[in-house]
């Protein structure tokens, strides 16, 4: 796969980037270098290689799933400028 100069420019206007003449034949060497990379990755053999998320396997990190700050509503009431019945009590917003 390769860009021309027209494909370049017309990348550039859609990124509403300005790209001289110069830079856009610049570019079209770059992205053509860079997709020629992309073609030599494509034949590489992968098929007896397993599917990963990171190249050093690890496992996640797991904590014990239990309440350890709870039961302090009026602790977090406190703070409210109004509340009733257990919770926060706000201006109505919505008609």
């Known amino acids: 796969m390769s860009v021309d100069l027209s494909t370049v420019k017309h990348v550039a206007s859609l990124a509403r980037l300005a790209v001289t003449d110069d ?6 060497a770059e992205l053509n ?3 020629a990379f992309v073609d030599e990755l494509a034949e590489v053999d992968v098929s007896d290689v397993p599917p990963m998320t990171a190249v050093v396997e690890t496992a996640m990190k797991m904590r014990e799933d239990a309440v350890t700050d709870g039961n302090r509503v009026d602790d977090v009431l406190s703070n409210a400028p109004e509340t009733e019945d257990g919770y926060f009590l706000v201006p109505k917003v919505v008609e």
């Open 23 to 28: 830079e856009a034949e610049k570019l079209t």
């Open 33 to 35: 270098g860079i997709l």
